[in-house]
């Protein structure tokens, strides 16, 4: 039987950035993936890095993320097309103004660098934007990437290190001998490992119950669109009108907003990722904030699935039992966490203390949660909310 340090299951941007921190130490590690490297939500996404603020437990994890993302190129040798150019949050009527001001207070009490500014301003970050703006929120911090090209980033990077990636590979469970997970069980037989990361995105809950642990994540589709590209607009990544919104390299404008479709998912198989009538939505709030964009074409639109947690933030569990088991999730905002996530994953599955305060990540705040949770939200499969 082939023998690791650490199985990682799941080769989205989590168990790369993961994959990538243990090999770089010199563990033994092997990545499973039920398809191919990156396939699923890692890229399919934004690419937006923020500041967290809506979770202050997530505020230290966004901080070292941001500080990783600036040489994050020359660590992993592979670009990922970082722009660093903050991002704002535009309103569109005094309601939203309002509403800004007071996250804009809250997150100044967490020592969040975020100003509001005024019309002209963000009209001068954004200058095709519609005249109906009356202000916004915004912080020089944080700023965008390609998703695609830094999951691939991770990847590679963790091969040039020793890591393993096997893609085609359903894990199928966990193995346990005397409370400690010795291997996981897939497809193609068993592998033997002294920890288990289990960052399978929304098939994560469904490997840890197969342990008898209860991980509260739900499975929604949310959908993204891109346009033919246009001469350069504006470089900050922006959220507005219910989207959010970034210029690429390239030129393409891409854009994605709620609600979430809530669905079911299986352990092995891919979710079925139809388009629906969301990108309708999308493509009309699109238009009522930068008018010009009318007669550009709408090249592509893709869905994706993320899971999102009660509090909507990160799962970062190290089992009390089994021991070696750890259970990771981003809750819908794994790319820009990825380089600080990866590198707590990969202490926390090699027996060391986190260089980053998780503590109130772990499961144990969802201890007095009610067992119909989703139901009583109503996300739950054929709902659309968020
Ligand atoms: C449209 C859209 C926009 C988004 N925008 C942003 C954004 O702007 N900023 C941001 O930070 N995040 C964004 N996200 C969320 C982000 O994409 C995810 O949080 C992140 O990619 C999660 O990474 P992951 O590795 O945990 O999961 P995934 O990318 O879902 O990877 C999990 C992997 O596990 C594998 N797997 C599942 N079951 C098994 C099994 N049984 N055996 C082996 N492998 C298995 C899957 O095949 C998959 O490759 C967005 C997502 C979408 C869909």
Not at 24 to 31: D, K, P, S, T
Not at 84 to 91: E, F, H, K, Y
Not at 264 to 283: C, H, N, Y
Not at 375 to 384: D, F, K, L, N
């Amino acid at each position: 039987m082939e023998n690791y340090d650490v199985v990682v299951i799941g080769a989205g941007v989590l168990g790369l950035s993961a994959g990538y921190s243990i090999a770089r130490q010199g563990a033994r590690v092997l990545i499973l993936d039920k398809g191919r490297v990156g396939y699923e939500a890692s890229s399919r996404a934004m690419g937006f890095q923020s500041l967290r603020g809506e979770n202050p437990p997530e505020i230290p994890l966004a901080a070292v993320a941001n500080d990783l993302w600036h040489t994050l190129d020359e660590e992993l040798g592979y670009p990922t097309e970082w722009t660093p150019s903050g991002r704002l949050w535009v309103a569109l009527n005094d309601e939203e103004l309002a509403d800004f001001r007071r996250t804009a207070a809250l997150w100044q009490s967490h020592q969040l660098p975020v100003r509001m500014i005024d019309a002209a301003e963000v009209r001068e970050l954004v200058p095709a934007l519609t005249d109906r703006v009356v202000g916004g929120l915004f912080t020089e911090r944080g700023g965008h990437a390609n998703p695609q090209r830094t999951t691939q980033a991770f990847g590679w990077a963790c091969r040039d290190r020793g890591g393993i990636i096997r893609e085609l590979t359903p894990a199928l469970g966990i193995e346990v001998r005397q409370d400690r997970v010795v291997g996981v069980r897939t497809t193609a037989g068993i592998v033997g490992a002294k920890s288990v990361v289990i960052c399978a995105g929304p098939q994560t809950p469904l490997l840890a119950k197969s342990i008898g642990i209860d991980v509260p994540l739900v499975a929604a589709r949310l959908e993204a669109c891109i346009t033919a590209p246009v001469p350069p607009l504006f470089s900050t990544a922006m959220v507005a009108n219910g989207l959010s919104v970034r210029q690429t390299g390239r030129g393409n404008i891409l854009f994605c907003g709620g609600p979430h479709e809530w669905v079911d998912v299986d352990l092995t198989s891919e979710p079925a990722k139809p388009t629906s009538a969301i990108v309708q939505g999308e493509a009309r709030r699109l238009l009522e904030l930068l008018p010009n964009l009318k007669s550009v074409p709408l090249l592509r639109t893709w869905a994706g699935i993320v899971e999102v947690s009660p509090d909507h933030a990160c799962i970062l569990e190290r089992a009390k039992a089994p021991e070696g088991l750890i259970i990771a999730s981003a809750s819908g905002h794994g790319i820009g966490l990825a380089p600080a996530l990866g590198r707590v994953i990969g202490e926390l599955a090699l027996g060391a203390a986190p260089s980053i305060p998780v503590e109130s990540l772990s499961l144990d705040r969802f201890a007095s949660l009610s067992s119909d949770w989703a139901s009583e939200r109503r996300w739950v499969a054929g709902e659309y909310n968020t």
